[in-house]
């Protein structure tokens, strides 16, 4: 899916580290794609993608109360609780898509889970 996106601050010590406000969630995410500058306070489309780098964590969630995106302190790496639709996970108002989700854990598909990200990459597009 397509966002607008506002950005909220551009890292130093990280190149590719950039906060992201989409609607009401901010988010620390890897620019992998970034074409053109960017600026802190103006608005751009982007597409967000979710990245396992090792194995896949996805367990079912007893309920779906509290934060959508939890950050855990290690690098770019969220919890995100949502709900399992296939092959999209729908947390807060945004839409991930990954095929490994129906695949692997099709069983859960409806419930509330909990998917460990090591980061959410950030694609920007021509605007």
């Known amino acids: 899916m397509i966002y607008q996106a506002q ?12 906060t992201l406000q989409i609607n009401v969630i901010r988010l ?12 802190v306070g103006k608005n751009y489309p982007v597409q967000l993608e979710l990245v396992m780098l090792h194995n ?6 007893p309920d779906s109360s509290g934060p959508a995106f939890i950050e855990t302190g290690e690098g770019f790496t969220y ?22 989700l129906q ?20 694609e920007f597009l021509s605007q």
């Open 7 to 18: 950005v909220i601050a551009l890292r130093d010590d990280i190149e590719e580290k950039v």
């Open 79 to 100: 919890l995100i609780q949502g709900r399992l639709n296939g092959r999209y996970l729908e947390a807060d108002g945004l839409l991930f898509e990954d095929e490994m």
């Open 56 to 61: 896949y964590e996805v367990m079912a969630s």
């Open 28 to 39: 620390n995410c890897f620019a992998g794609i970034c074409p053109y500058p960017i600026s």
């Open 103 to 122: 695949t692997d854990f099709g069983y859960l598909d409806g419930k509330t889970v909990t998917v460990k990200a090591d980061r959410i990459d950030v």
